[in-house]
């Protein structure tokens, strides 16, 4: 038996396990010894094994938490559990294992006909989205490296409702609500951080654990191992309109009423606010502007209106006015109980319609296509021309200094080519087709999330060449170790822009507003 306990929260886990050298022979084992070896706990048996034969080993290990019984009863919860699952025996376990998945896979199985590369890699991305939640805990939601490697410690990103969420509202709904039910859950944490940054409403962290916190490391390591300081738990706000879309996709998919007034509606109202209290007026042009912030594309920090952020800063609040306006027509109940317990006004629902009506966005030029932020069409420009023989990923031109990426127009991941994607009905095609293509030049995919949303709207616009590479870079990303850093735990992210590629890409799903 181990237990361990985390350093800031005190959880302890309990790990209950032994060993089983399987087989009648009653002999078999001569002896057997624990030990502590360094920082691991070994059990060692010993059998008196005759050449030729094989034999089976069979280890069981159970595990309890202080999460889920009081600290002083772990040990015998571990033990307990490791008893009856002996007694049940691994056949059974197994047995079960397999009818789970069965019936998991039943729902979220994908086939892809004359292409066994991609068809092993989708069912790889489905099997580690299929194993690594917890419908039945809300407490929880999706790390960045799902349960299989330390990077980023664990912690929840916008990943989890921007890419992996739509695999689960129509294949597992039930941990779709679990996971948006986790937002739910650190809400109070999100009003806190609003607070602190001066702000009203609700904040979410950039990087979320158990408590809903700002968790983002405010340094790190750049490409060299020199000493950053990392911008995103600051100024990457867009994470809280994110939670937001997927929140409302959620209830368009399920219809989950219950979710929507008990729980989304109080998210949307509180975010809203936030928008509203962070926009700055600029008097001189009779506009609202959001300014110092990274958006999506993470090479750019302190810009200043990144159209993705914006955008999605007025939906949010769109969207707000929306379902105010629907709940006091349809659910009077739930309108009392929500203005009350916020201290909502009309009055304050109709001022995030004047900010929604101004918000800034910088211009377009004459081939629609956007400027990302304000001065981005000013920086030197330079366009990727050469991709690496081994993954097939774009190499950095000649010339670029990579501690000076926020004076080039290179971007890491999709930014603009994102709104495009998730807010894809509200934009033209010709608007579609000239952003990526200007943007697809200039695109690094140093993210992991980034292949999947060119893939996507490459399908959109007719680039069906470039999609099926884009798809191939999303599917295989672990399996090729594509990043360069699957050591560090999957990409999880992707394996849900992969199934999207699939299901709203070459699948052709959409799902429009009617
Ligand atoms: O959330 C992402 C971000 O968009 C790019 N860097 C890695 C994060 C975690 O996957």
Redesign the pocket.
């Given at each position: 038996y181990l237990e361990v306990n985390t350093k800031e929260n005190r959880y302890t886990a309990g790990f209950a396990s032994t060993l089983r050298v399987c087989g009648s022979d009653k002999n078999i084992e001569l002896r057997r010894k624990a030990s502590a070896l360094g920082d691991k706990v070994v059990q060692t048996v010993e059998i008196n094994g005759k050449q030729g034969k094989a034999y089976t080993i069979e280890k069981y290990v159970a595990v309890s938490t202080s999460r889920d019984t009081s600290k002083d009863s772990v040990q015998k919860s571990a033990d307990d559990e490791l008893a009856s699952f002996i007694n049940r025996g691994m056949d059974d376990e197994f047995k079960n294992s397999i009818d789970n998945l069965d019936k998991m896979w039943s729902v979220s199985n994908i086939c892809i006909s004359g292409d066994e590369k991609a068809q092993k890699a989708i069912r790889f991305n489905i099997y580690l989205m299929l194993s690594s939640v917890n419908p039945d805990d809300e407490k929880v939601s999706l790390g960045?490296k799902g349960l299989h490697g330390e990077g980023?410690n664990g912690h929840v990103?916008?990943?989890n409702e921007i890419f992996n969420l739509p695999f689960y509202i129509y294949s597992n709904p039930k941990a779709a609500r679990s996971m948006l039910l986790y937002r739910y859950n650190t809400l109070d944490a999100a009003r806190e951080n609003a607070r602190a940054g001066g702000y009203r409403g609700a904040r979410y962290p950039w990087e979320s654990a158990d408590t809903g916190r700002e968790e983002t490391p405010r340094w790190g390591l750049d490409y060299k191992g020199n000493p950053v300081r990392i911008w995103t738990g600051d100024i990457e706000y867009h994470i809280t309109s994110d939670i937001v879309y997927a929140i409302l996709q959620y209830v368009r998919a399920t219809g989950d009423m219950d979710f929507l007034l008990n729980y989304g509606a109080e998210i949307t109202f509180e975010t809203s606010r936030f928008w509203a209290s962070r926009v700055e007026y600029n008097r001189e042009s009779d506009r609202y502007e959001i300014n110092d912030v990274i958006g999506?594309d993470?090479f750019h920090e302190h810009i200043n209106n990144n159209v993705f952020t914006n955008y999605m800063a007025r939906w949010n609040m769109q969207r707000g006015i929306e379902l105010f306006s629907m709940i006091k027509d349809l659910y009077p109940e739930h309108y009392g109980r929500l203005s009350k317990k916020l201290n909502l006004t009309r009055d304050e629902v109709e001022g995030w319609k004047g900010i929604a009506s101004k918000i800034f966005f910088p211009h377009q030029n004459d081939d629609l296509v956007f400027e990302q932020f304000e001065g981005y069409f000013n920086l030197k420009d330079y366009v990727v021309t050469e991709y690496d023989d081994v993954n097939n990923m774009p190499v950095f031109p000649r010339g670029i200094d990579r501690v000076k990426l926020n004076d080039y127009t290179l971007i890491k991941?999709a930014d603009i080519v994102m709104l495009l994607y998730i807010l894809g009905e509200e934009f033209s095609l010709k608007t579609k087709k000239n952003n990526f293509e200007y943007y697809e030049r200039r695109t690094m995919h140093k993210?992991s999330?980034s292949p999947s949303i060119y893939c996507i709207l490459g399908l959109v616009v007719g680039n069906y060449k470039k999609s099926y590479e884009y798809l191939m870079r999303t599917a295989m990303v672990d399996l090729d170790d594509n990043q360069g850093n699957t050591s560090r735990g999957v990409h999880m992210?992707s394996t849900g822009g992969t199934w999207q590629a699939a299901v709203f890409g070459f699948g052709g799903v959409s799902i429009n507003s009617e």
């Open positions: 960045a980023y990103f916008w990943d999506p993470e991941q993210s999330l992210a």
